[in-house]
């Protein structure tokens, strides 16, 4: 069950010291409903901290994957390429309020790999980092239904570039995606959504073409 933005704020507050835990989710809030974002809202958030509950890991990785969950997308300017640096520089700033602000500093490094740069082979080698990049990726495996309202979501944050420049740039990604012989680095998310991933992103591929 996805959670809702309160549930994620209640989250956020277990991290977060008084008196910045207002401040601080009014800062997180604020940069999910910035103008032009339709998939990358605290509802992405929320849905990916609900698989997180899914995924076993000891307490301080489930820390680190929950803090670089809600924070991995506080910046997203379609198309640039510094919106996971920003965003965990922006994290930076504020884990000096953290109880223990030592997680910072390894969401940090989370954060970065949500990248999925080309150079990914499918799996970091730590089971934290590959927790929220499969999570990250995660929309890619829903069913068929959830998966085109995503690409409509996506298109509409994408709505001041050309059909055509459209079509070659989401082309480029899937074909990329398609392409790599691993997608989900843990191997429940992998039997859990790669098929249908797979499935999802060749239709897609062909309506475009």
């Given at each position: 069950?996805?959670?809702t ?13 008084e ?12 940069q999910?409903?910035?103008p ?6 605290i509802?992405h ?28 997308d ?11 640096l ?9 884990s ?11 969401a ?32 890619l ?5 959830t998966?085109?309202?995503y ?11 050309s ?14 995606m398609?392409a790599r ?15 249908r ?13």
């Open positions: 069950m996805r959670l933005w309160e549930a994620v704020m209640r989250r956020w507050f277990t991290y977060v010291r008196p910045h835990r207002e401040w601080t989710w009014r800062l997180i809030h604020q999910y409903a910035g032009g974002r339709f998939y990358h809202t509802s958030v929320a849905d990916c901290l609900s698989k997180l509950d899914a995924v076993e890991l000891d307490s301080d990785s489930r820390k680190v994957a929950e803090l670089a969950l809600i924070w991995h506080a910046v997203y300017v379609p198309g640039s390429s510094e919106n996971e920003v965003s965990a520089r922006m994290l930076d700033a504020v000096a309020t953290f109880d223990e602000p030592w997680l910072g500093a390894h940090h490094v989370a954060i970065l790999a949500t990248e999925h740069g080309v150079g990914y082979n499918g799996a970091y080698g730590n089971r934290t980092v590959d927790a929220v990049v499969d999570i990250d990726l995660s929309i495996g829903e069913p068929e239904a998966y085109r309202h690409v409509e979501d996506i298109r509409r944050e994408y709505a001041h570039v059909d055509e420049a459209w079509r070659v740039g989401r082309s480029g990604f899937l074909k990329g398609i012989p691993v997608l989900y680095s843990l191997p429940e998310m992998r039997e859990r959504f790669d098929a991933a797979r499935d999802n992103m060749a239709a897609e591929l062909a309506r475009l073409a």
